[in-house]
C-alpha cells in the first residue's frame, strides 16, 4: 500500500489471537446443549453458523473497473441484478441494493478482504466489517418454507424464490438477509441485538412440525 | 337428554361416535359430524338465548355463518372462554361445553325479559339513547346494569392458553366458497397450472350441495365432490383450506382468512399446534364464489323458537338427520321453499301446508306437493306466531296481490315449526369490503356485486345465479376468465349434468302485512339479534331518519355480530316502503371486514407475551442480569436502569454509583449508542453540511462533538464524530435516533447532493462499547492496555487504537460524564470478555457498574444535554447556550442554517435551557413542571417553561435541574416559580446549567 494511501481509512485486525474465544449473539443460550438434548428428528432445523466473518461492500456499479477488481479480489463474480447471489469457495456475496453487498467469509478472513481491498481496489468504495453485528442461522427441512412463509411476507414458492435468491426483508418484528441454499434450505443473516428475539421466534414458529437444533 | 328429533338413518352425521357435551348445565349426547346446534336441536332445545333488548327467548334460525341467536359462550375453563361463537358453525366435540350469552340470571327465567315483557311499546328504537342519559350522573349504574343483563358473552379473565398463528401466502387465483361454483372455478385453474388457493368456512367441501338431495350426472353429489377435491388435493401448488373464512378483502387483492385449526377438535389445541391461523394472502386474481343466504320472511312474532328458514330446515334433515320439530308449516315467496316441505315429509313426519304468498305457482312444486298430499294455500300468508318458548300455532291469512293488505280472516293452524323463504340474498359482503357498493337486481330480487376496481371476478349464488347447472358453469367459466387474465391456457371442461326444472318466477315480498298497522302489530322481527322490527324501522323513519345509514344508525340494525346478515335487505326494504320508494332509491348500507367475528389470538398471532416485541440485547448482557441490573426500555433496547445492591433502594444505589464515579470509577454499557461508518474523499464536507460545527480541520486521531439540526434549525440529534482516517469518520448517534439519523444521511445524499462521494455504513451492533469513568479509570485501563495513556500522548478528545484485554480496541478519550473517560470499542463477539476483564482488575478502584439514570445524574451535573429529553424539536442551539457549536462562516452552508436565523428564531424573549436550583436544596423539582414568573398570577398564569431534567445529586448535596425559561439566559439570578398539583410552589433560581467543575478541569486531567 502506498504511504499517501496509508492514512486515507482506518484498517485494523479487529480479532484478538486464538486464546480468547469469541462469543456469538447466542452463546449464553448454550446450544450444544440443547443440540445433544433435544428432538433429533422433526420437519424443521435450525442452525446457527456463529462468528462469521461478514462485511459490507459499498461501490458503483456502473464502474466496470471497479466490479472488474471487486470480482477478483472476491473470487466470484459481483451481481449487479437485483436479490441474486453468488457463491465460491469460502466466500458468498448478497446483492443488497443497487450500490451494496453483503459478504461472508471464514471468521479469521475478514481482515485479509480488508487489507487486499485497501491495497488493491481502485475509486471510491467502502468495505466495512461488520461480522461483530450480525449473525448466521440457517433453516432447513420438510417445513423450512412454512416457517419462513410465517415470518416473512415474501412469495417463497420456488418459482419465484429460487435457490441463490436474495431478499431483505421484514422478519417477524425484526429483519433478516434471507438466501435460498437449496429448495429446502434457508441462510438468515439476522442483526446481533435481534439475536434472542429470533431464537425464540423461530423456536416457537417451528414448534407445530417438530424443531431440531443442530450445531 | 336423548335425541328425540334425531332421525333414524340420513345425514353425514356418524351415529356409531356419540359425543357428550354440555349446554347451559345440561349434559347432552350428539354424534360426530354434528355442529353445536344441530346437536342442540337434535336434543330438542328451543331456547338458546334472550334477546339483546327485550330479553325475549330465541332459537337456532339457520344453519350457517348467518345465525344470529344462537351465539354462544365456549369453553370448559375460565382461561378457554370464547365469546361470540355461532353455534351453527362450531363443530361437536366430545367434552365441549357451551352456555348462553344472553339471559341473566337463566335463559329461562330471565329479568330483562319482565322490563321487556312490561315495556313492550315503552322501548322504541333508540331506548337506550333517550332514556339512560338522564340524569347523567346515573348512567355508570345504568350502563353496568344494562351490560350484565344483554350482552354477548366475555372474555376469558385469564391468559389464552393456546397458540396461534400466521402465515403470509401468495396465489394465482384465490376462490372463496367450495360450494358447487367455487370447486369447479378451483378446478378449472387448477388444471390450468394456476396457484390455487380454496377457501371454505365449512368442515366440508360441496357448500350447498351437502345440505340438498341433488344428483350430478345421476350420481349423488358427494361423489362428484369427492372426485374434483381428490383431483385438487393431487394437484400441485393447490392449497386447500377447510374451516377456514375468509373474512376480510382488502385493497391489492389482499385478503386476509380466518383458519380454525382445531376448534373442531377440543378446548385447548393439541400440543404445540395453533388454534387459529390467520393467513394474509396475495392473490392475483380472486373468485368469489360465497353462494346467497335464505331471507327469511317478516312476520309477527317471527322469533318465537321454531321459525328458522326453509334452508336450514332442508340442511338440519339432509345434512345432520336432525328435524327439529313434528309439525311443519312453510311459507314462501318463490320455488325454492318448498324444498323444506319435501325434506321434512320425507323424513317422516307432518307437514300441515306451504303457505304461498303468490297467487299461482304451477309446475314442479304443485306436482312435488300433490304427490306427498301436502297441501297449497296459494295467495296467503302467515301473519302471526302464537306462543312463547316455542312455536304453537300460527295465523294463516289471505293478503293481495303485491302483499301490501290482509284481505281476509285469518285461520289458525296448530304447527310447531315455521319455515320461511323470502328468496335469496347473495354473500356480497366480501366484494363491498374494499369500497364497492352493491346494485340492486329486480330479476333476482336481491343485491348483486356492484363494480369494482379489485381484480376480482364472482361466480354462482353471489351473482344471482342458483340454477345448479348454471352455476357450475358461471364457476367453470370465472376460472377460465382466470387464467385468461393470468395469461395461462385454459383446458376443456365438461360441466356436470344435473336435473332442473322451470321455476314459477319469485314475488318481492319483505313484509308480511298483518291486519293492525306495523306499529300496532305483534313484533315483526327483522334483526333478531339487535332486536329491530319492522315498527322500529318505520318509527325512525317517522322520526326524520331518511338515509339507511341513519335508520341503521338508529335502530342497529346490521349492528351485531352477525353483521345484519339475515335482516339488512329485509330492513332496507320496509325502510324504503315507508318512505315510498324504491330499494335502489334507498340503497343499502355496505359490510365492513370481518365477515364473522375472529379471535383477537388469531389476529396477534404469536407476537404476544415474550415475542410481543423485540428485546434487543447488547453482548453484556448476560454479565448486566448475572448482576442484578433492573432495566430500561430505550426504543427496542433493554439497557441497563442502575444496578441495586440486594435491599437497597433506587436513591440509594443511585447515590452510591454516582460517589462512586466521581470518585473512583464506574463503567456504562454504551453499546447501544448508535455508530455510522462514513467513508470516502467528500466524507468531511458532507459533515459540514449535515452538523452545525466545522469539520474541515478535524485531524487524524481527533474526537469532536456536534449537534445536527432540521431544516427549521431545530435540533434532532447529537453526538460525537472521530476521524479514522483522512476519509473516515465514525459518528455516534443517540440510542434511540440510530436509524432515523443513517436514514437521515442517506436521504440527503441520495436527493440533494449525490455529487460528494461518501458511503454511510451501520456498525452500531459491530461493535460493544463501554465507558470507564472517574479519576481512576486511566489507572483501570493501564493495567489492561499497553497504550501510552499520558495525558500528553493520549488527551482529551483523541483516540487511538490499541489492544486492551488482549482485544484490538478503539479506545476514545471522551467523557459524558465531565470526569477523565475513556470509550472502549471491540468488535462485539469480544465485548463481553473485556468487560469482565475490566472487572477483574477494577475490584481495587471500586469499579462500580452504573446505568442509564446514573448517567442522566452524571451529565446533568455537568449541563449536559440529552437531544430528545431537554430538546423537543422546537429548540435550537443558541436556544441551548451551545453558539459555541454552531459555525456560521463555513463556505457550504449546513442544515438548519436558514432555519434558526428566522424572525422567530432570533427572538430575545424564546424558552432557553438555563440551570434551576431550588431555594430548598432538599425538593427535587418534578420533571415536566411548567413554570410561572409570578405565582399570584390570575389563572391561567402564563407559562414561561418547563422542567427538562430533574435529579437529586448526591455529590453535590442538593438537587439540580435544568429547563427551558423564556428568556431565561438573560435572567441568571432570577427566580422562577414551580406550581405543583397539590397546591404547593417550588421556588428556583436560575443559574448556569452546569453545576460540577464549570472550568472542565477533570475530565482534562
Known amino acids: ?215 | 337428554m336423548n335425541q328425540k328429533n334425531r332421525l333414524q338413518s340420513g345425514g353425514r352425521i356418524d351415529r356409531n361416535q356419540p359425543m357428550s357435551f354440555e349446554f347451559n348445565g345440561q349434559l347432552m349426547v350428539g354424534y360426530q359430524g354434528d355442529t353445536l346446534a344441530s346437536a342442540l336441536l337434535a336434543n330438542g332445545v328451543d331456547v338458546v338465548g334472550r334477546s339483546f333488548k327485550y330479553s325475549r327467548p330465541r332459537g337456532i334460525v339457520t344453519a350457517g355463518a348467518d345465525e344470529p341467536n344462537a351465539v354462544v359462550q365456549l369453553g370448559a375453563t375460565e382461561a378457554t372462554q370464547t365469546p361470540n361463537v355461532r353455534a351453527t358453525q362450531q363443530e361437536l366435540f366430545d367434552g365441549l361445553v357451551a352456555g348462553s350469552t344472553n339471559g341473566w340470571p337463566s335463559v329461562d327465567n330471565d329479568f330483562m325479559g319482565m322490563v321487556g315483557k312490561i315495556g313492550g311499546s315503552m322501548m322504541p328504537p333508540g331506548f337506550y339513547y333517550k332514556t339512560f342519559m338522564f340524569p347523567q350522573s346515573l348512567w355508570e349504574t345504568y350502563e353496568t346494569f344494562i351490560r350484565k343483563a344483554a350482552g354477548l358473552g366475555r372474555s376469558s379473565k385469564e391468559s389464552d392458553v393456546d397458540v396461534y398463528d400466521r402465515m403470509n401466502q401468495f396465489c394465482d387465483v384465490l376462490v372463496v366458497g367450495a360450494g358447487p361454483a367455487g370447486l369447479c372455478a378451483a378446478l378449472a385453474a387448477a388444471r390450468g397450472g394456476a396457484r390455487v388457493i380454496l377457501a371454505d368456512e365449512q368442515s366440508e367441501f360441496g357448500g350447498s350441495l351437502l345440505d340438498g338431495k341433488e344428483t350430478i350426472s345421476g350420481k349423488p353429489a358427494d361423489e362428484w365432490i369427492n372426485k374434483v377435491v381428490t383431483e385438487l388435493e393431487k394437484t400441485e401448488d393447490v392449497l386447500l383450506l377447510p374451516r377456514s373464512t375468509v373474512n376480510g378483502y382488502h385493497d391489492q387483492n389482499f385478503l386476509t382468512i380466518h383458519q380454525r385449526c382445531s376448534d373442531h377438535l377440543s378446548d385447548r389445541a393439541p400440543t404445540n399446534q395453533p388454534r387459529h391461523r390467520m393467513h394474509r394472502v396475495r392473490a392475483k386474481r380472486v373468485i368469489l364464489a360465497t353462494g346467497a343466504q335464505e331471507r327469511p320472511l317478516v312476520f309477527g312474532n317471527n322469533d318465537i323458537p321454531g321459525c328458522m328458514t326453509s334452508t336450514a330446515v332442508s340442511t338440519y334433515i339432509n345434512r345432520y338427520g336432525v328435524a327439529p320439530g313434528e309439525n311443519l308449516v312453510v311459507m314462501t315467496t318463490n320455488d325454492y321453499g318448498y324444498q323444506a316441505a319435501m325434506d321434512w315429509h320425507d323424513a317422516g313426519r307432518k307437514v300441515s301446508c306451504v303457505v304461498d304468498t303468490r297467487e299461482t305457482v304451477t309446475g314442479y312444486v304443485v306436482d312435488a306437493m300433490h304427490e306427498r298430499g301436502i297441501r297449497i294455500m296459494t295467495g296467503s300468508a302467515i301473519t302471526e306466531v302464537h306462543g312463547s318458548k316455542r312455536v304453537k300455532a300460527v295465523s294463516i291469512a289471505p293478503i293481495n296481490e303485491d302483499g301490501s293488505k290482509v284481505v281476509g280472516p285469518a285461520a289458525k293452524w296448530n304447527v310447531d315449526t315455521v319455515a320461511s323463504s323470502g328468496g335469496w340474498s347473495p354473500a356480497v359482503h366480501l366484494s363491498c369490503h374494499t369500497g364497492s357498493r352493491p346494485v340492486w337486481n329486480d330479476d333476482i330480487i336481491g343485491f348483486v356485486p356492484g363494480p369494482t376496481v379489485q381484480k376480482q371476478l364472482t361466480a354462482g349464488g353471489i351473482n344471482g345465479c342458483y340454477e345448479l347447472e348454471n352455476v357450475f358453469k358461471e364457476g367453470l367459466g370465472a376460472g377460465k376468465q382466470a387464467l385468461k387474465e393470468l395469461g395461462l391456457e385454459p383446458t376443456r371442461l365438461m360441466t356436470p349434468k344435473v336435473e332442473s326444472h322451470e321455476r314459477n318466477p319469485a314475488m318481492a315480498l319483505f313484509l308480511v302485512p298483518h291486519r293492525k298497522p306495523m306499529s300496532r302489530a305483534p313484533k315483526q322481527f327483522v334483526d333478531y339479534q339487535n332486536d329491530v322490527t319492522a315498527g322500529g324501522i318505520e318509527l325512525a323513519c317517522r322520526e326524520g331518519f331518511q338515509s339507511i345509514e341513519h335508520v341503521k344508525r338508529y335502530t342497529a340494525l346490521g349492528f351485531g355480530t352477525d353483521q345484519g346478515k339475515l335482516g339488512n335487505i329485509n330492513g332496507m326494504a320496509i325502510a324504503a316502503q315507508v318512505q315510498n320508494k324504491t330499494l335502489p332509491e334507498t340503497g343499502t348500507t355496505v359490510f365492513r371486514p370481518n365477515y364473522t367475528p375472529i379471535t383477537f389470538g388469531a389476529i396477534a398471532g404469536r407476537d404476544c407475551g415474550e415475542l410481543f416485541d423485540p428485546k434487543r440485547y447488547t453482548a453484556m448482557q448476560p454479565w448486566h442480569v448475572a448482576n442484578g441490573a433492573l432495566f430500561e426500555d430505550v426504543g427496542q433496547w433493554k439497557r441497563p436502569w442502575y444496578f441495586p445492591k440486594p435491599g437497597e433502594s433506587m436513591q440509594a444505589a443511585l447515590n452510591r454509583e454516582c460517589k462512586a464515579t466521581r470518585e473512583s470509577v464506574g463503567i456504562l454499557d454504551a453499546s447501544t449508542l448508535g455508530k455510522i461508518d462514513i467513508q470516502g474523499k467528500d466524507a468531511r464536507e458532507f459533515l459540514g453540511r449535515v452538523y452545525t460545527n466545522a469539520w474541515a480541520k478535524l485531524p487524524v486521531g481527533k474526537c469532536r462533538y456536534g449537534l445536527m439540526c432540521g431544516e427549521d434549525g431545530m435540533i434532532f440529534d447529537d453526538g460525537v464524530t472521530s476521524c479514522l482516517g483522512e476519509n473516515h469518520f465514525l459518528m455516534t448517534t443517540t440510542t434511540g435516533g440510530a436509524a432515523r439519523v443513517l436514514e437521515w444521511l442517506e436521504i440527503y445524499h441520495q436527493t440533494e447532493w449525490p455529487e460528494l462521494e461518501v458511503y454511510f455504513n451501520s456498525v452500531t451492533d459491530h461493535w460493544s462499547t463501554m465507558t470507564i469513568s472517574g479519576p481512576n479509570s486511566r489507572k483501570l485501563l493501564a493495567e489492561l492496555t499497553d497504550a501510552d495513556l499520558s495525558n500528553d500522548n493520549f488527551g482529551f478528545m483523541d483516540w487511538k487504537t490499541a489492544n486492551v484485554a488482549g482485544v484490538p480496541a478503539r479506545i476514545f478519550r471522551i467523557s459524558f460524564t465531565g470526569e477523565l473517560s475513556y470509550e472502549i470499542n471491540v468488535q462485539a463477539n469480544y465485548g463481553l470478555h473485556v468487560w469482565e476483564q475490566l472487572f477483574a482488575h477494577g475490584e481495587k478502584y471500586n469499579l462500580t457498574p452504573y446505568g442509564t439514570e446514573t448517567m442522566h445524574i452524571l451529565r446533568a451535573e455537568k449541563g449536559f444535554i440529552i437531544a430528545g429529553q431537554d430538546t423537543d424539536g422546537a429548540v435550537h442551539p443558541h436556544d441551548l447556550g451551545m453558539s459555541w457549536a454552531v459555525a456560521n462562516s463555513k463556505p457550504f452552508s449546513y442544515i438548519g442554517k436558514r432555519g434558526m436565523a428566522r424572525e422567530d428564531c432570533v427572538r430575545p424573549d424564546r424558552k432557553q435551557l438555563v440551570g434551576l436550583k431550588t431555594t430548598d436544596p432538599n425538593v427535587v423539582i418534578p420533571e415536566g413542571s411548567q413554570g410561572v414568573f409570578d405565582p399570584k398570577a390570575p389563572i391561567p398564569m402564563p407559562m414561561v417553561g418547563h422542567v427538562t431534567s430533574s435529579y437529586w445529586s448526591e455529590n453535590l448535596g442538593h438537587s439540580i435541574a435544568m429547563g427551558l425559561v423564556k428568556g431565561g439566559l438573560s435572567k441568571m439570578g432570577e427566580k422562577v416559580y414551580y406550581p405543583q398539583a397539590d397546591g404547593s410552589v417550588i421556588e428556583a433560581e436560575i443559574c448556569s446549567p452546569v453545576f460540577l467543575d464549570p472550568k472542565g478541569e477533570r475530565q482534562n486531567v
Open chain 1, 1 to 215: 500500500m502506498s504511504e499517501a494511501n496509508n492514512n486515507v481509512r482506518l484498517v485494523m485486525d479487529q480479532l484478538p489471537g486464538d486464546d480468547i474465544q469469541g462469543r456469538s449473539p447466542l452463546h449464553h443460550a448454550d446450544l450444544a446443549t440443547v443440540a445433544a438434548q433435544g428432538s433429533q428428528e422433526g420437519g424443521v432445523t435450525i442452525q446457527h453458523h456463529p462468528l462469521v466473518g461478514l462485511l459490507t461492500l459499498r461501490c458503483n456499479a456502473g464502474d466496470a473497473d471497479q466490479m472488474a477488481a471487486a470480482s477478483k479480489l472476491l473470487g466470484v463474480e459481483l451481481h449487479c441484478q437485483p436479490l441474486t447471489s453468488s457463491a465460491g469457495e469460502g466466500v458468498a456475496v448478497r446483492w443488497m441494493s443497487p450500490d451494496e453487498w453483503l459478504i461472508s467469509v471464514d471468521g479469521a478472513k475478514a481482515f485479509d478482504l480488508e487489507t487486499a481491498f485497501h491495497n488493491d481496489m481502485p475509486g471510491h468504495y467502502a468495505l466495512v466489517n461488520v461480522g461483530g453485528g450480525l449473525t448466521v442461522l440457517e433453516v432447513s427441512g420438510e417445513h423450512a418454507v412454512d416457517v419462513m412463509m410465517k415470518t416473512a411476507p415474501v412469495d417463497f414458492h420456488l418459482n419465484t424464490f429460487p435457490v441463490g435468491k436474495v431478499v431483505s426483508t421484514v422478519f417477524a418484528k425484526s429483519s433478516a438477509t434471507i438466501r435460498r441454499l437449496a429448495d429446502d434450505r434457508f441462510e438468515l443473516v439476522i442483526r446481533r441485538s435481534f439475536a434472542d428475539y429470533l431464537w425464540l421466534w423461530l423456536q416457537d414458529a417451528s414448534r407445530e412440525y417438530g424443531l431440531v437444533v443442530r450445531t
